[in-house]
């Protein structure tokens, strides 16, 4: 037969508790009354119950419709009613198992119908014996039996609805976790794709989660990250090892928080690493405490970078100096010659004040490739002014030799805080890049102004131009247009070290180009901190007011 689906058993247990409950009577009807079975009602309605038992349990229930049971239940009342009618034995009790099988599996209609098929019986036994409480009787039965209907119908109803309502909770709360484990397999899936390695520690020093790449790095199991590392942490590159107590891990451990650890990690593969590692405290949340992140960063391609960096900058200083001095040498020696024109004097002076100077940004060199332009070297009050004339002075001749005419118009001086040796950097490199992109007829205008507390240093030319799509690009070191490559020479360094500068001394460095119209180059820095207190105070000159003032001078 198989095993049995969860309807059929029901349909099994319910009737077997009735067939138990008929039998343990008729039992004690043998005992105490054998004459009962003398009467053919009783004696039939007994065997009537056996008989449905027996059907009950060999009938196929789970191929048959559910309207089907109740032929059952209606069967197991007449039965019943046979059994009660004409005796003294008030068998009517038994009526509530079939009553409760109908209200709790069955409509209320199937319901009304039971109990309106045992109020006919009980009218039909109360005709049949003639007794004063026969009405009475067929009342006290059918109200009692309502009760008990109505009460397991409607309890029934209630564990149904209750029944249902854990149901859906449960598949809320089903895809509620499986909503949740799909995050935390996809927050472990990009945590163990970045290459920066993470690690979460209790409050107690204990190890909560990993990723892969800081087990690489350190040799943990993957297994069972709490085992200890394979790598050995020190001070520096073959350096002493780290104490216990002062490594990030135990650090972090004891609650302490920092930023940019530096330590060198031997790996259990015999390289190298450099790491800078960050701890930072998570707050508490849900129902775990407040933790702690540790974050490794891997620095050795950066170290090494920088270290190759340097080295090529003290090799390129040292190879540029000695050049150099062979010319400011020479230079100064052809200065000492009395028979030099004034002319050929003032251009070996030049060429001693250019050399002088490249001498002094190579000295800088080094100095500048570590630090960047975050800070300036020697801060002093200066003219702008004074230092443009210079660098145009400078410039001059080779914008003769290519037809170039330069127009300076700077009346007034431009006071500022400044590094001066950076900014003449900075001034040569943007007036020598217009003279080099302009070509020949073509013209430079200059001009500086005091504008809204500002130095305003302006360079427009008649060059070459930028394009629009290259001008979001032309500040990128090395970068050099298409164009500018046809022109001339460069590296593609010179804008990008001015801006720096620029940004470095609070100002800013704008560009504006047009291709084949030239390039405008703004250069806007801070007034002298005195002189832009003095200026607040009073109105600027307008320049009908300054031309005045220069007419009379």
């Known amino acids: 037969m198989g095993t049995p689906d969860g309807r059929t058993r029901s349909i099994w247990l319910t009737q077997l508790v009735l067939a138990a409950s008929v039998l343990i009577t008729a039992i004690l009807v043998m005992v105490l009354q054998p004459a009962m079975f003398g009467r053919w009602n009783f004696l039939v309605g007994t065997l009537l119950v056996v008989i449905l038992t027996l059907a009950t349990l060999c009938l196929p229930w789970s191929r048959l419709p559910a309207w089907a049971v109740l032929a059952v239940p209606f069967a197991d009342a007449i039965a019943i009613g046979l059994m009660s009618s004409g005796t003294e034995l008030r068998l009517g009790y038994l009526w509530a198992f079939p009553v409760m099988w109908v209200a709790m599996h069955f409509r209320a209609t199937a319901l009304a119908a039971m109990l309106a098929l045992i109020g006919l019986i009980l ?4 005709a049949i014996t003639s007794s004063n409480l026969a009405a ?103 350096g002493m090892p780290v104490p216990f107590s002062e490594r990030p891990f135990a650090r972090a451990a004891r609650g302490e928080t920092f930023t940019d650890a530096s330590v060198w990690l031997f790996t259990a593969e015999g390289e190298w690493r450099a790491l800078s590692v960050t701890a930072k405290r998570l707050a508490a949340g849900g129902d775990e405490g407040s933790s702690i992140l540790l974050l490794v960063h891997d620095v050795t391609a950066l170290t090494y970078a920088q270290r190759e960096r340097e080295r090529f900058t003290a090799m390129a200083s040292h190879e540029l100096k000695h050049p150099l001095t062979v010319m400011i040498g020479n230079a100064e020696l052809a200065l000492e010659l009395d028979d030099l024109t004034p002319r050929t004097r003032e251009r070996f002076e030049s060429i001693v004040a250019a050399s002088d100077r490249m001498l002094t940004m190579i000295q800088s060199l080094g100095t500048t490739s570590k630090r960047g332009f975050s800070a300036r070297d020697e801060v002093d009050d200066i003219d702008l002014r004074q230092i443009l004339v210079e660098s145009v002075a400078s410039f001059r001749p080779t914008a003769v030799s290519g037809d170039i005419s330069i127009d300076v118009r700077a009346d007034e001086a ?74 001339s020479g460069g590296t593609g360094l010179g804008l990008g070290i001015s801006n720096d500068i620029v940004l470095a001394h609070g100002g800013s460095l704008s560009i504006d180009s047009e291709p084949g119209t030239g390039t405008t180059i703004t250069i806007r820095l801070p007034l002298a901190g005195e002189l832009a207190g003095e200026r607040a105070g009073r109105p600027a000159a307008r320049p009908e007011d300054r031309r005045d003032k220069e007419g009379r001078a």
Do not use: C, W
């Open 123 to 126: 009218l039909v036994d109360s």
């Open 414 to 487: 431009l006071p500022i805080t400044a590094d001066g040796f950076r900014l003449r950097q900075v001034v040569d490199n943007v007036v020598s890049n217009a003279i080099k992109y302009t070509p020949r007829d073509g013209r430079v205008r200059i001009t500086g102004a005091v504008e809204d507390h500002q130095v305003v240093l302006s360079v427009a030319d008649t060059g070459i131009g930028i394009a629009a799509d290259d001008l979001p690009n032309i500040l990128t070191p090395y970068f050099r247009t298409e164009e500018a490559k046809k022109k």
């Open 136 to 238: 009475l009787r067929v009342f006290v039965v059918l109200l009692s039996l309502t009760f008990i209907g109505i009460t397991a119908h409607i309890a029934l109803r209630r564990t149904r609805a209750l029944r249902r309502l854990l149901r859906r909770q449960a598949s809320r709360l089903t895809a509620t976790y499986m909503r949740r484990a799909d995050q935390e397999r996809r927050t472990s899936e990009i945590l163990n794709g970045v290459d920066t390695g993470i690690a979460r520690i209790s409050d107690d020093g204990s190890v909560l989660a990993v990723n892969d790449a800081y087990s690489r790095l350190y040799g943990l199991d993957p297994l069972d990250p709490t085992l200890p590392a394979r790598s050995v942490e020190y001070t520096g590159r073959r």
